[in-house]
């Protein structure tokens, strides 16, 4: 029997642009053809973008992926597609339909309905009931959406019905641990099923989420036949023998380092670029400190827009040191950005001024401190107003989690990168953005003195974060077993954790609720991340 050719369009397809999805897909099914394959795939809900949420709501939105996908089977003269979009039919579902010969042949709808995490699809979507196959050059063919191959019986319905390969195609967010993850799960089911899997995942940034793509072959006997790079957008080739189930991918990129830190960095960049592009932004702006994680955000953004669609701003008081002066204008002169330095001085003296006959009787404290941080957030936001420029946020998940942040004042942004990294983290990529840049010739992105330096807001005299924080090895390790892992108290205590530090540190957690609640979006890139993903009460006795 002939190998089947198949093309894999593992691309961003973005929430509610229909007619620019519809468009793109067109394009490809071009390409696929001349490339010779019989099938192409595309990722979940490739019409609509993955998730649209309450736009699953108005009947014009529905009624106009019903008129892309009619228009798009009309592109398949000799070659079949497989097409992700909503479906209405007595209710909305999760579909795939398979385009060939200038019509919509067949059509799957997601039988496994995810309401975890990030997911809400049981609020938008009834579940199918059964495994779809189809014929496509003599080959039976499983079709199958994202949470499906996660069970196994929508596959072992798949291989009861005599097929050879499974196709999955998916919108499936990356965090840190994914793509272990979902290893491991396609490997159960081509061994549980006898059947090769193709599975086909989104590449880019939706608000919070990034899809890393990294699409996947698995052989019938469960190995990995080939395995794609994280955030790369491509089309790519694959080759199936149904004689040994075996799969071939043919000439798909690679990237140099595959390294955690290397794939995070791309999460992070990708989630920039993506939200400032699909919003309409022509660049962005950012308080530059002189610290590490304003200094990281930086080359983020670089990275992201390229330096002139980046501007940063230092706003000095009397606190601010002369390491943080320098270090600030020699990355952002390395960098090539537009930069300023704007002293807040007497602006803040202004405000104090102003609210000292109300402060009257009151000892100096964090107001006078977080003042300054506000100060800062006002002129960060009149200059975002004047110029256009979206203000990133440079806050950390570890701060974010203790509530070591001013509300209107380092919080002010409109997205934050690193919402979800930990400040631990934050270390590991700067140093490894240094290395990468050495790699290739050039030099340090990001001052080694800036980086060496112990974390400080610069708030008062000799300020350091650890006055009121633990060392952010341990508070980091705490947060995770708390944030992600859901562990107790006594549980984290019981790892050798001092009982004291544990219990402040979650305190802090569960009382800052409400600041997190007013946070700008960021990507989520750790197996829990605070938004949409880690919903608490805000106002809660249990503690």
């Known amino acids: ?11 961003d397809f973005a929430v509610g642009a229909v007619a620019a999805n519809a468009a793109k897909a067109g394009d490809l099914i ?32 529905l009624a106009a992926c019903d008129s892309e996908l009619a228009a798009l089977a009309g592109t398949t003269s000799g070659i079949a597609a497989l097409v992700g979009h909503p479906h209405s039919e007595k209710g909305v579902y999760n579909a795939a339909s398979l385009l060939r010969e200038g019509r919509v042949e067949v059509t799957a709808h997601k039988q496994a309905l995810p309401n975890y995490g990030v997911f809400d699809d049981k609020r938008y979507f009834r579940p199918g009931q059964d495994t779809v196959t189809a014929i496509i050059d003599g080959v039976c063919v499983g079709l199958l959406i994202c949470e499906d191959v996660w069970e196994p019986e929508p596959a072992a319905r798949a291989a009861a019905a005599g097929a050879e390969l499974i196709v999955v195609i998916n919108a499936s967010p990356w965090d840190a641990a994914k793509q272990a993850e979902r290893e491991a799960v396609l490997r159960a089911r ?5 059947c090769a899997l193709v599975y086909l995942n989104m590449v880019g940034g939706q608000d919070e989420v990034v899809y890393d793509g990294a699409s996947l072959l698995v052989n019938g006997d469960g190995s990995v036949a080939a395995r794609a790079p994280a955030f790369v957008d491509a089309l790519l080739w694959a080759d199936f023998d149904p004689a040994t189930r075996t799969l071939r991918a043919d000439s798909w990129p690679t990237v140099a380092d595959g390294s955690h ?6 999460a992070l960049v990708r989630g920039i670029r993506d939200y400032i592009d699909k919003n309409g932004f022509p660049g962005v702006l950012l308080g530059l400190s002189g610290g590490i994680d304003s200094a990281l955000t930086l080359a983020l ?29 020699a990355q952002a002169e390395r960098l090539g950005v537009e930069y300023h330095t704007i002293p807040i001085e007497g602006t803040y003296q202004a405000f104090i001024e102003a609210l000292t006959p109300a402060f009257a009787g009151k000892a100096a404290d964090t107001t ?21 420029r979206l203000l990133l946020t440079t806050g950390n998940k570890s701060e974010m989690a203790v509530g070591y942040a001013t509300l209107y004042g380092d919080m002010c942004g409109a997205y934050a990168p690193l919402k979800d990294v930990y400040k631990t983290e934050v270390y590991r990529l700067s140093r490894w953005r240094n290395r990468d840049a050495a790699q290739h010739g050039e030099t340090e992105w990001i001052p080694p003195a800036v980086i060496e330096r112990p974390p400080s807001a610069e ?15 341990e508070l980091d390790a705490i947060l995770a077993r708390f944030i992600e892992a859901e562990q107790s108290q006594a ?36 197996t829990r991340a605070f938004g949409r993903e880690r919903r608490y009460p805000i106002t809660s006795g249990w503690r």
């Open 190 to 194: 081509a061994r549980e099923t006898g």
């Open 30 to 61: 071009v390409q696929a053809h001349a490339g010779g394959a019989a099938l192409v795939l595309f990722p979940e809900l490739t019409l609509s973008g993955y998730p649209p949420e309450d736009l699953l709501l108005r009947p014009s939105f």
């Open 491 to 526: 549980e984290i205590a019981a790892q050798g954790f001092p009982a004291d530090t544990v219990r402040r540190v979650v305190r802090l957690v569960l009382q800052n609720e409400f600041k997190r609640r007013q946070a700008a979006p960021g990507p989520r890139v750790t």
């Open 261 to 266: 830190e290397a794939v995070l960095y791309a």
């Open 459 to 473: 708030l008062r005299e000799d300020q350091t974060d650890q006055d009121s924080l633990p060392a952010y090895d």
């Open 368 to 388: 006078e401190e977080n003042l300054q941080s506000r100060t800062r957030g006002v002129m960060l936001m009149a200059l975002s107003n004047k110029h256009g």
């Open 301 to 329: 953004a670089v990275d992201a827009l390229g330096a002139d669609r980046v501007t940063a701003v230092m706003m000095p008081t009397r606190y601010t040191s002369q390491l943080s002066l320098d270090g600030a204008r």
């Open 1 to 11: 029997m002939a190998m089947l050719r198949l093309a894999l369009a593992q691309f």
